[in-house]
């Protein structure tokens, strides 16, 4: 455990730079999510989205933003110029509190501390997942 929380400070930025975010305090809750929805708009094997406190959290370039409503209550927003993927929300129960990112967006060099990866059951077969992280059939929580 790191005793020095307020002084963390990530910065992360989508491809073309016209959204960027700052994180100042503790990023959580790393996960890989191996659902189609996830694929389908990372295109890409997988998503790793992480979490912090909305307090936390400061976006600019929200202009620049567009959003999908993948599934009933799921809002994916991602750049209009570049495509990438910036945030994921839902009206779930944590969603007044929590906000969720792209991690492979950050700048900041990150090391987590715990990884997880959710839906695995509908990974992509030619996929390999060897790695030694809990690994859920569905979402967790
Ligand atoms: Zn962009
Ligand atoms: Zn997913």
């Given amino acids: ?5 307020m002084s963390n400070q990530y910065h992360g930025s989508c491809q073309c730079g016209a959204v960027t975010f700052s994180i100042f305090g ?3 809750a ?3 999510c191996h659902c189609s929805m996830c694929r389908k708009s990372h295109s890409a094997v997988y998503a790793t989205y992480a979490a912090t406190l909305k307090d936390n959290f400061s976006l600019k370039g929200e202009e620049h933003l ?3 409503s993948s599934s009933p209550g799921v809002i994916r ?3 209009k110029h570049c495509g990438a993927s910036v945030q994921w929300l839902d009206s779930g129960k944590y969603s007044h509190e929590w906000v969720t990112f792209s991690l492979p967006l950050l700048d900041t060099p990150f090391t987590p501390s715990k990884q997880k990866h959710i839906y695995i059951n509908d990974k992509l077969v030619w ?3 060897c790695d030694e992280h809990k690994k859920y059939p569905k979402g967790r929580g």
Avoid: N, S
């Avoid at 455990?1 to 929380?5: D, G, K, V």
């Fill in 66 to 68: 567009t959003a999908f």
């Fill in 77 to 79: 927003r991602f750049c």
């Fill in 127 to 129: 996929l390999a997942v």
């Fill in 26 to 28: 503790e990023i959580k």
């Fill in 30 to 32: 790393i996960t890989h």
């Fill in 1 to 5: 455990m790191t005793t020095h929380l």
